[in-house]
């Protein structure tokens, strides 16, 4: 059979005539799939935030349905017009419009152009860098930022708010793989242990890294933050940092809104740098996953795992919507 004839099972997310949104399970074909440069057969995906949004009908995610999530994907190449990327290769694609209005990682193939393709690091396996998937090239990237700011261990204390979560979780666990000292700012104080089995020092909730006093500076006390959640969290850390310090954005599950003076900004000469992951520069985003697969390779990886199947997903596409998951949930694309 042509490998474009081939038949495959995907996840897919339709919408009804009255405008409701439904998820299940589908066999379709590579010829269904875009135009594009490679076409990957997908060994494993992963689960976001994201995800769950274009799994739900946002809009705001995803303009048309029917479609297949799934920002993240991992896999072997079967066919190739790229000179680039040879058939046979391992690869990642995570970011660009994948999952969001091209047909992603949900899916047992996808076609992409062949400069949205990052050949797989040695040392690192198709599974393992989706374990990492978006949610730990985000969190990468955002200690890339940090140290390029001079951020240096033994500096002081770097929190990580939204610590439980995805991206929180990969932070808390590459900056103590770095040697920082972490506090993990998190609303599920059940799963102390596990941020403290991750590398953070101290656990701290969610109220504790709040503020209610409507003060413009607080006392010092970060050395730098990741911050993945926005919000008052996010004002209060800024507000706290000491002089020349850095705070890293990369998500508003708090809220999308940052009530400020300038007065962090101006008296400490506090840094606020924005981290999209989606359309990082490729020379960016190889350096990143060369790190990741090297210098900070998480030792206790399965710590942060979960794996499911593509059946699975509809289950696990609830929970992380309801802030009812930890860590990172993989899926297993393989039958």
Same mark, same amino acid.
């Given at each position: 059979?042509n490998?474009?004839?081939?038949?495959?099972?995907?996840?897919?997310?339709?919408?009804?005539?009255?405008?409701?949104?439904?998820?299940?399970?589908r066999?379709?074909s590579?010829n269904?799939?875009?135009?594009g440069d490679?076409?990957?057969r997908?060994?494993?995906?992963?689960?976001?935030?994201?995800d769950?949004?274009?799994?739900?009908?946002?809009?705001g995610v995803?303009?048309?349905?029917p479609?297949?999530?799934?920002?993240?994907a991992?896999?072997?190449v079967e066919?190739?017009?790229s000179?680039?990327?040879?058939?046979?290769e391992?690869?990642?694609?995570?970011g660009?419009d994948?999952g969001?209005?091209?047909?992603?990682g949900?899916?047992?193939?996808?076609?992409?152009?062949?400069?949205?393709?990052?050949?797989?690091?040695?040392?690192l396996?198709?599974?393992?860098?989706?374990?990492y998937?978006?949610?730990g090239?985000?969190?990468?990237l955002?200690?890339?930022?940090?140290?390029e700011q001079?951020l240096?261990?033994?500096?002081?204390?770097?929190?990580v708010t939204g610590?439980?979560?995805g991206v929180?979780?990969?932070?808390?666990?590459?900056?103590?793989?770095?040697?920082?000292h972490?506090?993990?700012?998190?609303g599920?104080?059940?799963?102390?242990?596990?941020l403290?089995d991750l590398?953070?020092?101290?656990? /701290? &909730?969610?109220? !504790?890294?709040?503020?209610?006093s409507? #003060?413009?500076l607080?006392?010092a006390?970060?050395?730098?933050? *990741?911050?993945?959640?926005?919000?008052?969290?996010?004002?209060?850390?800024?507000k706290?940092?000491?002089?020349?310090g850095?705070?890293?954005c990369?998500g508003n599950?708090?809220?999308?809104?940052?009530?400020?003076?300038?007065y962090?900004?101006?008296?400490?000469?506090?840094?606020?740098?924005g981290?999209?992951?989606?359309?990082?520069?490729?020379?960016?985003?190889s350096m990143?996953?060369?790190?990741?697969?090297?210098?900070?390779?998480?030792?206790?990886?399965?710590?942060l795992?979960?794996e /499911? &199947?593509?059946? !699975?997903?509809?289950?696990?596409?609830? #929970?992380?919507?309801?802030?009812?998951?930890?860590?990172?949930? *993989?899926?297993?694309?393989?039958?």
């Amino acid at each position: 059979m042509n490998v474009h004839e081939k038949k495959f099972r995907a996840l897919v997310v339709s919408e009804s005539p009255e405008g409701t949104f439904s998820r299940d399970i589908r066999e379709r074909s590579v010829n269904d799939l875009p135009p594009g440069d490679v076409l990957v057969r997908v060994q494993y995906s992963s689960l976001n935030y994201k995800d769950a949004l274009s799994a739900s009908g946002n809009r705001g995610v995803t303009k048309q349905y029917p479609h297949t999530p799934g920002i993240d994907a991992a896999g072997i190449v079967e066919d190739s017009k790229s000179s680039e990327v040879q058939a046979g290769e391992k690869v990642i694609v995570t970011g660009y419009d994948l999952g969001m209005n091209t047909p992603g990682g949900f899916g047992q193939y996808i076609r992409v152009p062949a400069d949205w393709v990052v050949k797989l690091p040695d040392h690192l396996s198709l599974r393992g860098s989706m374990i990492y998937g978006t949610a730990g090239f985000t969190a990468a990237l955002s200690v890339r930022r940090l140290q390029e700011q001079g951020l240096a261990p033994g500096q002081g204390d770097v929190l990580v708010t939204g610590a439980s979560g995805g991206v929180g979780s990969m932070a808390v666990a590459i900056l103590s793989k770095a040697g920082y000292h972490v506090v993990a700012a998190s609303g599920k104080q059940e799963e102390k242990q596990f941020l403290i089995d991750l590398g953070a020092r101290t656990v /701290i &909730s969610r109220d !504790e890294a709040r503020d209610s006093s409507g #003060r413009p500076l607080l006392k010092a006390r970060w050395a730098g933050v *990741v911050d993945t959640v926005g919000g008052d969290i996010l004002a209060a850390a800024i507000k706290s940092v000491h002089y020349g310090g850095a705070v890293t954005c990369c998500g508003n599950a708090a809220s999308p809104d940052l009530a400020l003076t300038v007065y962090p900004f101006i008296l400490r000469a506090v840094r606020l740098i924005g981290i999209d992951s989606a359309n990082c520069p490729m020379d960016v985003r190889s350096m990143i996953w060369q790190k990741i697969a090297g210098e900070w390779k998480i030792d206790n990886l399965e710590l942060l795992t979960r794996e /499911i &199947s593509l059946g !699975e997903l509809d289950i696990y596409i609830e #929970r992380i919507l309801n802030g009812k998951l930890r860590g990172r949930t *993989v899926v297993s694309l393989m039958n």
